[in-house]
């Protein structure tokens, strides 16, 4: 019985031997894994990916989108408008302009009849006609409505040509052409037989007084408000009240065949 048990106990070992060398894997054991977050120190990178289109999952309604306005290149940024000031229409007494023809016309409009000579404007009293100024001078300033125009002038006569009417000279202000204005004057009345000085429009008379003009006078003609005056030689001849022209307008001369010397001519705000 014992040697039975012994060769049994052999056999037992020999046949465990026999099954580990069939296994053919003579190294040893393989060490343990790392746990997957102990695998890499740098985290997993995710890439994007579009999302997968589902046939099954109905689409989502899309919003409406509000087309904006193209805006112009080439248009200018919209700018607050510039505030200009208007300028302070000159003090009483000032002299706002003076006549100077030494080198020139002194930026006057003169007309055929009219030309410079030795510092004076002269007259030939080649031209005939009433109303309309052929010696317009320069424009005033800006919002001045009341002021004098005062004229130095001496009458020789008639000119080569005659009158249609009755000879005479003008000067006028707040004059907007074609023959609106206030007009002041000498003319020669050949049925009275005499000079006469008047204060007029073209459709209205403001007055007429006799005078007789002597070698040079001055004459003064003033527009204040509706008040229109005319002085010669400093002396009140003329005054009338009037509401047609109640300011602006340029100021200047004609002459209807007469022949004149101009020797200054100065523009006073009032």
């Known amino acids: 019985m014992l040697v039975l048990a012994g060769v049994a106990a052999l056999m037992s070992a020999s046949a465990a031997t026999a099954i580990f060398l069939a296994s053919g894997d003579d190294s040893k054991p393989p060490e343990p894994t790392a746990p997957a977050e102990m695998a890499s120190a740098d985290p997993p990178t995710s890439a994007t990916t579009s999302p ?23 248009s200018s940024p919209t700018q607050s408008p510039t505030e200009v000031e208007t300028p302070e229409p000159p003090a009483p007494g000032e002299v706002v302009y003076q006549s100077d023809w030494s080198s020139g016309s002194d930026g006057w409009g003169l007309g055929g009849d009219w030309r410079i000579l030795n510092g004076e404007l002269l007259c030939d009293g080649t031209q005939r006609g009433y109303g309309e100024l052929s010696a317009v001078g320069p424009p005033l300033p800006s919002g001045l409505t ?6 130095e002038l ?16 003008t000067m006028a202000a707040r004059y907007l052409g074609d023959g ?9 009345d050949g049925y009275e037989d005499g000079f006469f000085t008047y204060v007029t429009t073209t459709e209205v008379d403001l007055g007429t007084v006799p005078f007789s003009p002597a070698g040079r006078n001055l004459y ?22 009037d509401n047609i022209f109640p300011g ?21 705000a009032l």
């Open 146 to 151: 009341d002021y004098a125009v005062e004229v």
């Open 248 to 268: 602006g307008g340029r100021f200047g001369l004609f002459s209807d065949a007469w022949q004149l010397i101009v020797t200054s001519v100065r523009v006073i």
């Open 180 to 188: 609106q204005g206030y007009f002041a004057g000498v003319y020669y």
């Open 220 to 241: 003064r003609l003033e527009v204040e408000g509706n008040s229109v005056r005319l002085l010669i030689d400093g002396e009140l001849i003329i005054s009338a009240t």
């Open 52 to 74: 997968s289109q589902d046939p099954g999952t109905p689409e989502e309604t899309a919003t409406p989108r509000v087309e904006e306005t193209p805006t112009d290149p080439t």
């Open 154 to 169: 001496a009458i020789l006569g008639e000119g080569p040509v005659s009158s249609y009417n009755d000879p005479q000279f």
